[in-house]
Each structure stands twice: as structure tokens, then as C-alpha cells.
């Protein structure tokens, strides 16, 4: 006789939760140069600079995750990516970014900057492009030991790189030549496409989610209205059941 085992459904790890990249076009823009900036910066080595997308970090926990502004890994196959497991990769990521604000703050500063530090990200940089919280804007934490400790030099030392705060954007230095990295208007521009393709797949999504919850409310309303009649008919003493 043959025992049927019970079929264990495949665990999914979503790609996108439906919230937009970031707070207002600011944001946005100081996200998109960062990260067309970094990967020219890494473009020949095997790294990757991912965008808003899931890190998940404990295999079989799919909420379990977060989703970094700006995250670099290095020592993994360049290339993209629908979403980052660590478990998978095999690589923490060495930078994060997060491009802050005072609404976000609490988030960004408490549950993100401990989470980071105890994954053992060696540094986490938060931008705030309004000054909304950080007066400086700019600020880093290194990994010392098991701890976040201030960056008070603006180096991030796994990328050999310099920071500076340029306006509302991060400005970025080559630490051996001094030489200031600038951002490809045609990969910046492609990255804006990218991004708003994606916000328009997302808004899609939500029109079709609302339609489909139309649809069952008025089916709802449609079978409570019958309901309602037969209630009637049978107070007068008229089964709908049978009534041709």
C-alpha cells in the first residue's frame, strides 16, 4: 500500500510589497544617482548595487525581510536581481543607505539601524536630502566589533570611496585620486524608467486589487438583495424554492 504524504506548499518570497520607492521626487533622485554612481564605481568587479528591493535574511521566514534604499554587496555575480537572500548569496551586504526623512526616522534609526548591526553590515549610512532631522544631513556608523560606532571621517572603507554632501544629493570621491564620481545622465535616465515602470506595474496591481474587491462587494450586495426577496416571499407565505 502506498502512503501518501502530505504536499508541503513552496514557500514564496515576494519581489515588491506595493509601497513606492520613496517619499517625494527628492528622495527618488538622491536614491537614483546614488546607485548609478556606485555601479560604475563597481561596474568590473563581481558586486551589485540593488534599489528597494527585499533583503530577506532567515530562510523559511519570508516576512522576515527589509528593504534597503540603497544596498552593495560585494564577492557575488553581478547582475539583477528580483529580490536579495542572503542565505542564497552567501554574502552580507557591506553598505547600506537609506535615504531618511522625519516620518520615516523612527524606522530608519530603531528597528533598521539595529537590524543592520546585528547582520553585521559594516556600514550604514542615512541621508537626510531635506535636513528634516539630520542637521548635517549625512551621517554613517562602522561596525566595531559587534557594535555601530559614528563614521566621523565620511569614508566608506569597504568602497575606498569619500562622501560630501551636495545639496540635496550624496557627491562621491575616489579616495586615491581625489576624482569626484558623476552619475551617466543615460544610466541615470534609464534607472528613472526603470523605477517608474515599476511604479506603474504597482499601480496597476492596486487598480486591479480595487476592481476585483468591487466585484465581490457587488456580488455581495447581489446575493443579500436575493436573500431579502425570499425572506419576503416566504412571509407571505410563498416558498421561492418551489415557485416556478
Not at 521566514?61 to 547582475?79: F, N, Q
Request: proline share 6%.
Amino acid at each position: 500500500m502506498t502512503t501518501l504524504l502530505p504536499q508541503v506548499p513552496a514557500i514564496v518570497y515576494p519581489s515588491s510589497d506595493g509601497e513606492l520607492l520613496a517619499e517625494t521626487s527628492v528622495h527618488v533622485d538622491a536614491i537614483i544617482d546614488a546607485v548609478v554612481v556606485l555601479r560604475q564605481h563597481l561596474n568590473d568587479q563581481p558586486a551589485i548595487v540593488l534599489a528597494d528591493q527585499f533583503l530577506y535574511y532567515t530562510q523559511g521566514y519570508p516576512r522576515l525581510r527589509v528593504a534597503p534604499d540603497i544596498m552593495v554587496v560585494l564577492s557575488v555575480t553581478p547582475g539583477p536581481r528580483d529580490n536579495y537572500k542572503l542565505w542564497e548569496e552567501g554574502q552580507i551586504p557591506v553598505v547600506i543607505f537609506e535615504i531618511t526623512s522625519e516620518v520615516i526616522k523612527s524606522q530608519d534609526q530603531g528597528f533598521k539601524k539595529t537590524l543592520y548591526e546585528q547582520l553585521e553590515v559594516q556600514e550604514y549610512w542615512q541621508f537626510d536630502p531635506k535636513g528634516e532631522w539630520i542637521e548635517e544631513q549625512l551621517r554613517g556608523f562602522r561596525l566595531r566589533g559587534d557594535r555601530y560606532e559614528p563614521i566621523t571621517d565620511r569614508r566608506i572603507e569597504p568602497l575606498q570611496l569619500q562622501l560630501e554632501v551636495d545639496g540635496q544629493r550624496i557627491a562621491f570621491y575616489r579616495e586615491d585620486t581625489g576624482e569626484k564620481l558623476l552619475a551617466s545622465s543615460e544610466l541615470a535616465q534609464a534607472l528613472r524608467e526603470e523605477v517608474q515602470s515599476r511604479l506603474e506595474a504597482e499601480e496597476r496591481a492596486e487598480q486591479e486589487r480595487q476592481r476585483a474587491n468591487q466585484e465581490r462587494q457587488r456580488a455581495d450586495q447581489a446575493e443579500a438583495q436575493v436573500a431579502q426577496l425570499k425572506e419576503r416571499l416566504r412571509s407571505m407565505g410563498i416558498d421561492p424554492e418551489t415557485t416556478p
